[in-house]
């Protein structure tokens, strides 16, 4: 038993985790409708769950006669098609297509449910409310075994998490913090923070807690907010600021990332090191490098820190930057991708096609169809986007969208090798 769990808790992570479908419940409907790998369909077309071919389905099909129930009660026998999988990996990313993206002749989601779940028991009730199975005591038995097995530690994120402190600097009315024609300081910070945190939300394992006040109303006092990072143990903590020099129009500008003077850690200024040249990037404004300055945040928090001047409010040339929301979002995508490279962040898999069935068996429901090539391809993209020639971030986008092609990203590696990105 323990070994059948061995071979597939592996799959029910890595698919499970992608998709926010618990591994727990993978696991445990694995062991039940399977007799724990025994089964003829399991044994003879390592499909665990029963799953049938289909019309759309194109891969291998294994034929097993299967007893039905006429109306009158009688048993009959039929022949039935169900799909045969290389290894039990396949079933296993058929079953979080299923619950991914609903059975696939309704509009709407019927496991729509089963996703996002922390509490196995919601995602098990969730499952039998969708009408998976028609025993009654579906759920009941897979918490059964969940509990068992003790099953739920492996949907445990654990210690891989990055727990990520932003602050959009001060408050909405906070006195001086404002340009020469009275915006609000705050209300730059807060676009660029809530880009930041989209951003991050798109990468696996990842928490955010904001320090500031989120309506802006509040000027929540600095100790406050470093306690608040503190307490939470934060890996890292982003200051988010713009700068004045007099509040008055004048031609000084560009883009500073600050770390605490003579004090600030490596790992404060590998992070600055990493986020300045991408906002520098994102505002298209003057990179005044990163500078060691004294500042509440950086000093009293436990945490890397940063303190990020995206440009200034009272400068000619700065204040059209800071006046774009598509340049303010740029910037908060630029930290959280910075952040993204230095915690090593990796993407979800977020872009199984909502609507198209598998045409061609597993290997065509991701695309590119190796996760070597997805991986490698996402550092080259990282990279081709920060370099002086950067690349349009189409080529990201269509990898999030899963219209990325193998042949697509094997001619971008080949454009990386050729500018000498690879090497290192
Ligand atoms: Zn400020």
Redesign the pocket.
């Known amino acids: 038993m323990t070994a059948f769990i061995d071979i597939l808790t592996p799959y029910a992570i890595k698919h499970g985790r992608a998709h926010r479908v618990l591994p727990s419940l993978i696991i445990a409907q694995g062991i039940l409708e399977s007799a724990s790998g025994t089964s003829e369909l399991a044994t003879k077309a390592n499909n665990l769950f029963g799953i049938k071919a289909g019309s759309e389905w194109s891969g291998d099909i294994y034929t097993k006669q299967t007893s039905e129930n006429k109306s009158d009660g009688t048993i009959y026998y039929i022949d039935a098609d169900f799909r045969k999988y290389p290894t039990l990996e396949g079933c296993v990313i058929d079953l979080v297509y299923k619950y991914v993206n609903g059975t696939g002749w309704e509009s709407h989601n019927r496991y729509a449910a089963v996703l996002n779940q922390t509490d196995y028991k919601k995602a098990t009730a969730a499952v039998k409310d969708a009408g998976y199975a028609t025993d009654v005591n579906y759920s009941a038995k897979l918490n059964g075994l969940i509990e068992q097995y003790e099953l739920t530690k492996y949907d445990k994120v654990g210690d891989n998490v990055v727990k990520i402190a932003l602050d959009a ?2 408050g909405i009315n906070t006195a001086g ?1 404002r340009t020469p024609d009275s915006e609000r ?1 705050w209300s730059f ?1 807060s676009k660029v923070l809530l880009a930041c945190s989209a951003r991050l939300n798109k990468y696996q394992d990842v928490q955010i807690l904001r320090l500031d006040d989120t309506t802006g109303n509040t000027d929540v006092p600095l100790t406050i907010r470093t306690n608040k990072a503190n307490a939470w143990k934060a890996d890292a903590l982003v200051s988010i ?4 020099l007099v509040g008055k129009w004048g031609s000084h500008g560009g883009v500073e990332t600050l770390v605490q003077e003579i004090t600030a850690s490596k790992a404060s200024k590998d992070i600055a090191a990493i986020i300045q040249p991408r906002i520098v990037q994102a505002m298209e404004l003057r990179d005044r490098g990163v500078k060691p300055k004294n500042n509440h945040m950086t000093r009293v928090s436990n945490m890397p820190a940063i303190l990020t ?1 995206g440009g200034f409010m009272d400068s000619t040339t700065d204040i059209s930057a800071l006046r774009s929301d598509a340049k303010l979002k740029a910037q908060g995508e630029a930290i959280a991708d910075g952040l993204a490279v230095y915690f090593k962040l990796k993407l979800k898999v977020t872009g199984i096609p909502a609507t198209t069935p598998p045409k061609e068996g597993v290997r065509k429901l991701y695309e590119p169809t190796s996760k070597a090539i997805k991986d490698s391809t996402e550092e080259v993209l990282k990279q081709l986007e920060a370099g002086d020639n950067g690349l349009s971030s189409i080529w990201r986008k269509k990898l999030n969208d899963v219209k990325l092609t193998d042949s697509d990203a094997i001619g971008l590696l080949f454009v990386a090798v050729s500018r000498g990105l690879l090497s290192k």
């Not at 600021?241 to 004045?244: D, M």
């Open positions: 600097g001060h913090k300081e910070n600021h713009h700068n004045a001047e």
